[in-house]
């Protein structure tokens, strides 16, 4: 009896620990969009001239955001998928993952507002580094703590470890470009999320 309480006990971690990380990706998401506003009371060719200048660069910005959110739910969501047990480590790990996601709507935002500045493109940099760096203790410790599902292959769990450092090592490159304060250094976050929506997945193994 002991024994089956400590095991519904256990999965019913897990399941709140989804529907908690769920809920804080979908208002993070939407507070993407609270750095698109545009100012009353402008004549007609202030706000082209605005359009130009300001609202199409955050366009770009809220677009990418909205998607490198997406990315990191999505592996999250997959990750989650396989867990089969957690303790209160990993619980704690869970949180400040998502304390993490909840800042990139600020440094989204501060990029949006500085695009071309070196300041902005690291905190951005490291905010998605260090939210990077957590989904992946989460993992790796699941993975020791054998938390996954066994029928999950080394194979598996190996790709999944390489969707997550393949884009950070990105990340951290783009910390010492950011001081040659070119233009075309902020694009280079679109470069991680081919490795994070393309990078394929093995098969799990067959029981």
């Not at 993070?28 to 698109?36: A, C, G, N, R, W």
């Not at 047990?85 to 800042?103: A, D, E, R």
Request: aromatic share 16%; proline share 4%; with cysteine.
């Amino acid at each position: 009896m002991k024994k089956d309480t400590i095991i519904q006990f256990t999965e019913l971690n897990v399941n709140r620990i989804q529907a908690l990380t769920d809920a804080v990706f979908a208002i993070v998401i939407t507070i993407l969009s609270f750095t698109l506003v545009i100012p009353p009371g402008e004549n007609e060719n202030d706000l082209k001239r605005f359009l130009l200048d300001q609202i199409i660069p955050k366009l770009f910005i809220f677009f990418l955001g909205f998607i490198v959110v997406g990315a990191f739910w999505v592996d999250t969501h997959f990750n989650h998928h396989h867990m089969v047990k957690t303790n209160i480590f990993s619980i704690w790990l869970n949180i400040f993952f998502l304390m993490f996601v909840c800042l990139i709507p600020f440094s989204s935002g501060f990029l949006g507002n500085y695009l071309y500045t070196s300041i902005s493109i690291i905190v951005y940099s490291l905010n998605l580094i260090l939210v990077s760096l957590l989904h992946l203790a989460m993992l790796i410790y699941s993975w020791e703590k054998r938390f996954i599902d066994p029928t999950v292959s080394r194979t598996l769990y190996h790709n999944m470890c390489w969707r997550i450092i393949l884009p950070t090592i990105i990340y951290i490159l783009i910390i010492p470009l950011a001081y040659i304060k070119e233009g075309w250094v902020v694009y280079l976050f679109i470069a991680p999320l081919f490795f994070q929506i393309l990078f394929g997945r093995a098969k799990r193994v067959n029981k």
